[in-house]
């Protein structure tokens, strides 16, 4: 089964955006990381790829998980998902029927 309307357009929302493909692209390439380290990785600010990460998990493409470092500081573990978005006309189609009703200040 292929993702909902509503489910697309949030996975396409949050990939467009050239610092959250390179977030996915990173935890891809790197696995599991802390945000510190993707910011440098990144060369980013860690309040800014907070509000990416924030994005990108809203939709489902990272997963996050607090931990504790050997000297008990909390340090906060993203990863990809594994998703698979299919972009066909057919796909788009069906998608398109499931979508919720927009609301008025959609409009």
Known sequence: ????????????????????????????????????????????SRPLLHLHLHKLEESGLVTSKYELSPDGKALNFFEVTDFAIELTPAAVAAAAASLSAPNKSDE
């Open 1 to 44: 089964m292929g993702l909902t309307g509503d489910q697309l357009l949030s996975k396409l929302a949050a990939l467009a955006n050239p610092h959250r493909l390179r977030v996915v692209a990173a935890l891809a390439a790197n696995g599991r990381t802390y945000v510190s380290q993707l910011a440098r990785e990144l060369g980013i």
